[in-house]
């Protein structure tokens, strides 16, 4: 199946950015939509910024003007990058995607990557 590998994450203090990276793998497939999540401690998982396939983007009240999502199709690829960073963006942020894997015969996915902790602290 399709697999979503993240990184980018860590500690910045606030005001400061990151720019989070998420690279799917694993046979051939075709990507739709693509997303960002994050969970802070003791919340639910919220969408914070989504890009789909036509290269529209949708974010989250709280992060307008300051995140920025965007794709790469050719290698399957999603960014986030996170400007002017405060403490309440801290969180476990997960890459989603979706679309159509072909093992076989075509397949609708979806799939999760492992997360990436992003602490915003001085």
């Known amino acids: 199946q399709v697999q979503l590998v993240e990184s980018g994450g860590g500690l910045v203090q606030p005001g400061g950015s990151l720019r989070l990276s998420c690279a799917a793998s694993?046979?051939?497939?075709?990507?739709?939509?693509m997303a960002w999540y994050c969970q802070a401690p003791g919340k639910e998982r919220e969408l914070v910024a989504r890009?789909?396939?036509?290269?529209?983007?949708d974010y989250a009240d709280s992060v307008k003007g300051r995140f920025t999502i965007s794709r790469d199709n050719a290698d399957g690829t999603v960014y986030l990058q996170m400007n002017n960073l405060k403490p309440e963006d801290t969180a476990v942020y997960y890459c989603?995607?979706?679309?159509?894997?072909?093992?076989?015969?075509?397949?609708?996915?979806?799939?999760w990557g492992q997360g990436t902790q992003v602490t915003v602290s001085s």
């Open positions: 694993g046979g051939f497939f075709t990507i739709n939509d």
């Open positions: 890009i789909f396939s036509g290269g529209n983007t």
């Open positions: 989603y995607a979706d679309g159509t894997y072909y093992g076989g015969r075509p397949w609708p996915f979806e799939s």
